[in-house]
Protein backbone atom coordinates (compact mmCIF):
# COMPACT_ATOMS: atom_id res chain seq x y z
CA UNK A 1 0.00 0.00 0.00
CA UNK A 2 1.03 3.57 -0.46
CA UNK A 3 3.03 4.93 2.38
CA UNK A 4 4.77 8.26 3.34
CA UNK A 5 7.35 8.79 5.85
CA UNK A 6 8.04 11.58 7.93
CA UNK A 7 10.79 11.62 10.84
CA UNK A 8 8.54 11.26 13.80
CA UNK A 9 11.06 12.40 16.14
CA UNK A 10 11.22 16.40 16.41
CA UNK A 11 14.01 18.46 15.39
CA UNK A 12 15.57 20.64 17.31
CA UNK A 13 18.29 23.45 15.53
CA UNK A 14 19.30 27.06 16.35
CA UNK A 15 18.24 29.64 15.32
CA UNK A 16 19.78 31.14 11.94
CA UNK A 17 20.81 27.50 10.58
CA UNK A 18 19.23 25.86 8.17
CA UNK A 19 16.52 23.42 8.80
CA UNK A 20 16.34 20.46 6.41
CA UNK A 21 13.19 17.95 7.09
CA UNK A 22 12.62 14.58 4.74
CA UNK A 23 9.50 12.83 3.30
CA UNK A 24 10.16 9.23 2.11
CA UNK A 25 7.66 7.28 -0.34
CA UNK A 26 6.66 3.87 -1.18
CA UNK A 27 3.88 2.45 -3.74
CA UNK A 28 3.52 5.67 -5.48
CA UNK A 29 4.07 7.46 -8.33
CA UNK A 30 3.24 11.07 -7.37
CA UNK A 31 1.98 14.05 -9.84
CA UNK A 32 2.81 16.64 -7.51
CA UNK A 33 4.21 16.54 -4.30
CA UNK A 34 2.76 19.57 -1.58
CA UNK A 35 4.34 20.53 1.98
CA UNK A 36 1.95 22.17 4.35
CA UNK A 37 2.82 24.02 7.65
CA UNK A 38 0.62 23.19 11.07
CA UNK A 39 1.12 24.87 14.29
CA UNK A 40 -0.87 23.95 17.57
CA UNK A 41 -4.39 23.57 17.51
CA UNK A 42 -4.92 25.20 13.81
CA UNK A 43 -5.93 23.51 11.05
CA UNK A 44 -2.41 23.02 7.65
CA UNK A 45 -1.49 25.57 5.78
CA UNK A 46 -0.58 24.87 1.91
CA UNK A 47 3.51 26.32 1.46
CA UNK A 48 4.39 25.05 -1.69
CA UNK A 49 3.76 22.91 -4.46
CA UNK A 50 6.66 20.69 -6.69
CA UNK A 51 5.37 18.64 -9.97
CA UNK A 52 7.04 15.51 -10.43
CA UNK A 53 9.02 16.78 -13.26
CA UNK A 54 10.81 19.61 -11.29
CA UNK A 55 14.37 18.90 -9.38
CA UNK A 56 13.76 21.86 -7.16
CA UNK A 57 11.73 24.65 -6.18
CA UNK A 58 12.46 27.82 -3.97
CA UNK A 59 9.80 30.23 -1.92
CA UNK A 60 11.76 33.15 -0.30
CA UNK A 61 13.47 31.18 2.67
CA UNK A 62 12.26 27.85 1.86
CA UNK A 63 13.69 25.08 -1.02
CA UNK A 64 11.96 21.95 -1.97
CA UNK A 65 13.53 19.25 -3.64
CA UNK A 66 12.19 15.91 -5.37
CA UNK A 67 13.96 12.93 -6.58
CA UNK A 68 11.27 10.48 -7.94
CA UNK A 69 14.12 7.94 -8.55
CA UNK A 70 14.73 7.97 -4.08
CA UNK A 71 11.24 8.89 -3.90
CA UNK A 72 12.15 11.39 -1.64
CA UNK A 73 11.24 15.10 -1.18
CA UNK A 74 13.93 17.35 1.28
CA UNK A 75 12.47 20.71 2.76
CA UNK A 76 14.56 23.29 3.82
CA UNK A 77 14.20 26.48 5.74
CA UNK A 78 17.31 28.62 5.47
CA UNK A 79 17.93 31.33 8.39
CA UNK A 80 15.45 29.20 10.69
CA UNK A 81 13.59 31.69 12.90
CA UNK A 82 11.70 30.63 16.27
CA UNK A 83 8.41 31.57 14.18
CA UNK A 84 9.38 28.57 11.85
CA UNK A 85 8.32 26.33 15.00
CA UNK A 86 5.63 24.17 13.90
CA UNK A 87 4.58 20.62 12.53
CA UNK A 88 5.34 20.32 8.94
CA UNK A 89 3.62 17.77 6.79
CA UNK A 90 4.14 16.42 3.43
CA UNK A 91 1.54 15.09 0.90
CA UNK A 92 1.72 13.53 -2.53
CA UNK A 93 -0.84 14.03 -4.89
CA UNK A 94 -1.30 12.02 -8.47
CA UNK A 95 -3.72 12.82 -11.03
CA UNK A 96 -7.02 12.27 -9.73
CA UNK A 97 -8.43 13.83 -6.38
CA UNK A 98 -7.34 12.21 -3.55
CA UNK A 99 -4.10 13.28 -1.72
CA UNK A 100 -2.34 11.51 0.90
CA UNK A 101 -0.56 12.73 3.67
CA UNK A 102 2.30 12.06 6.26
CA UNK A 103 2.12 12.00 10.03
CA UNK A 104 4.60 15.45 9.84
CA UNK A 105 7.70 16.38 11.65
CA UNK A 106 7.93 18.78 14.37
CA UNK A 107 10.47 21.62 13.83
CA UNK A 108 11.86 23.65 17.17
CA UNK A 109 14.18 26.72 16.58
CA UNK A 110 15.67 27.87 19.58
CA UNK A 111 17.02 31.54 19.75
CA UNK B 1 -13.41 36.19 3.21
CA UNK B 2 -13.55 33.64 5.88
CA UNK B 3 -11.96 31.07 3.45
CA UNK B 4 -13.01 27.66 5.74
CA UNK B 5 -14.93 27.69 9.00
CA UNK B 6 -15.66 24.78 10.71
CA UNK B 7 -18.18 24.58 13.92
CA UNK B 8 -18.05 23.37 16.43
CA UNK B 9 -14.80 23.64 17.72
CA UNK B 10 -14.87 21.01 20.39
CA UNK B 11 -17.42 18.71 21.55
CA UNK B 12 -17.79 15.71 23.97
CA UNK B 13 -20.35 12.84 22.84
CA UNK B 14 -21.65 9.39 24.68
CA UNK B 15 -20.86 6.35 22.75
CA UNK B 16 -23.98 6.26 20.26
CA UNK B 17 -24.70 9.81 20.04
CA UNK B 18 -24.80 11.48 16.56
CA UNK B 19 -24.12 14.69 15.66
CA UNK B 20 -23.30 16.60 12.87
CA UNK B 21 -20.51 18.78 11.80
CA UNK B 22 -20.49 21.68 10.09
CA UNK B 23 -18.27 23.15 7.12
CA UNK B 24 -18.50 25.81 4.99
CA UNK B 25 -16.01 27.86 2.91
CA UNK B 26 -17.00 31.14 0.98
CA UNK B 27 -14.10 30.78 -1.65
CA UNK B 28 -16.98 28.76 -4.50
CA UNK B 29 -14.06 25.67 -4.65
CA UNK B 30 -15.68 22.80 -6.27
CA UNK B 31 -13.83 20.53 -4.26
CA UNK B 32 -14.39 19.81 -0.34
CA UNK B 33 -12.72 17.09 2.01
CA UNK B 34 -13.11 15.84 5.20
CA UNK B 35 -10.43 14.34 7.37
CA UNK B 36 -9.59 12.61 11.00
CA UNK B 37 -5.89 13.57 11.88
CA UNK B 38 -4.95 10.78 14.92
CA UNK B 39 -2.00 11.21 17.19
CA UNK B 40 1.03 9.76 15.05
CA UNK B 41 -0.72 9.01 12.26
CA UNK B 42 -1.05 11.53 8.56
CA UNK B 43 -4.19 13.15 7.56
CA UNK B 44 -6.91 10.44 6.62
CA UNK B 45 -9.75 11.09 4.21
CA UNK B 46 -13.20 10.49 5.20
CA UNK B 47 -15.04 11.39 2.28
CA UNK B 48 -14.83 14.04 -0.33
CA UNK B 49 -17.10 16.08 -3.11
CA UNK B 50 -15.98 17.45 -6.54
CA UNK B 51 -19.15 19.52 -6.58
CA UNK B 52 -22.71 20.14 -5.69
CA UNK B 53 -24.81 16.93 -5.18
CA UNK B 54 -21.47 13.90 -5.70
CA UNK B 55 -19.89 12.69 -3.05
CA UNK B 56 -17.65 9.44 -2.60
CA UNK B 57 -15.64 7.64 0.27
CA UNK B 58 -12.09 8.21 0.86
CA UNK B 59 -10.34 6.00 2.83
CA UNK B 60 -12.12 5.89 6.23
CA UNK B 61 -15.41 6.48 5.80
CA UNK B 62 -17.48 3.91 8.01
CA UNK B 63 -19.65 5.27 10.69
CA UNK B 64 -20.23 8.55 8.77
CA UNK B 65 -22.24 10.20 5.80
CA UNK B 66 -22.11 13.53 3.80
CA UNK B 67 -24.21 15.36 1.37
CA UNK B 68 -23.36 18.20 -0.07
CA UNK B 69 -26.67 20.27 -1.40
CA UNK B 70 -24.79 23.64 -2.09
CA UNK B 71 -21.31 24.35 -3.19
CA UNK B 72 -20.53 26.18 0.29
CA UNK B 73 -21.60 23.92 2.49
CA UNK B 74 -20.11 20.10 3.25
CA UNK B 75 -21.40 18.54 6.94
CA UNK B 76 -20.32 15.55 8.03
CA UNK B 77 -22.66 13.16 10.12
CA UNK B 78 -21.54 10.87 12.83
CA UNK B 79 -24.86 8.39 12.73
CA UNK B 80 -23.35 6.65 15.73
CA UNK B 81 -20.75 7.90 17.74
CA UNK B 82 -18.02 5.40 19.21
CA UNK B 83 -14.66 6.02 21.30
CA UNK B 84 -12.77 4.96 18.03
CA UNK B 85 -13.62 8.37 16.43
CA UNK B 86 -12.32 10.15 19.22
CA UNK B 87 -10.07 12.47 17.25
CA UNK B 88 -9.49 16.32 15.57
CA UNK B 89 -11.75 16.27 12.43
CA UNK B 90 -10.59 19.08 9.17
CA UNK B 91 -12.73 20.24 6.56
CA UNK B 92 -10.61 21.19 3.13
CA UNK B 93 -11.50 23.10 0.40
CA UNK B 94 -9.91 23.55 -2.82
CA UNK B 95 -10.11 25.03 -6.61
CA UNK B 96 -10.55 22.28 -9.52
CA UNK B 97 -8.49 24.52 -11.44
CA UNK B 98 -5.38 24.60 -9.60
CA UNK B 99 -2.85 22.38 -10.73
CA UNK B 100 -1.87 20.06 -7.66
CA UNK B 101 -5.29 21.41 -6.20
CA UNK B 102 -3.55 23.01 -3.16
CA UNK B 103 -6.30 22.57 -0.19
CA UNK B 104 -7.13 25.27 2.48
CA UNK B 105 -8.21 23.99 5.43
CA UNK B 106 -10.63 24.90 8.35
CA UNK B 107 -9.61 25.23 11.97
CA UNK B 108 -10.38 21.55 13.38
CA UNK B 109 -13.14 20.13 15.85
CA UNK B 110 -11.86 18.01 18.73
CA UNK B 111 -14.17 15.12 19.16
CA UNK B 112 -14.16 13.65 22.19
CA UNK B 113 -16.73 10.20 22.45
CA UNK B 114 -17.04 8.59 26.17
Known amino acids: SQKIEQNSEALNIQEGKTATLTCNYT??????LQWYRQDPGRGPVFLLL?????KEKRKERLKVTFDTTLKQSLFHITASQPADSATYLC??????????FGAGTRLFVKA | NAGVTQTPKFQVLKTGQSMTLQCAQD?????MSWYRQDPGMGLRLIHY???????DQGEVPNGYNVSRSTTEDFPLRLLSAAPSQTSVYFC?????????????FGPGTRLTVT
Open chain 2, 92 to 104: ASSYRGTEGNEQY
Open chain 1, 27 to 32: NYSPAY
Open chain 1, 50 to 54: IRENE
Open chain 1, 91 to 100: ALKGGGFKTI
Open chain 2, 27 to 31: MNHEY
Open chain 2, 49 to 55: SVGAGIT
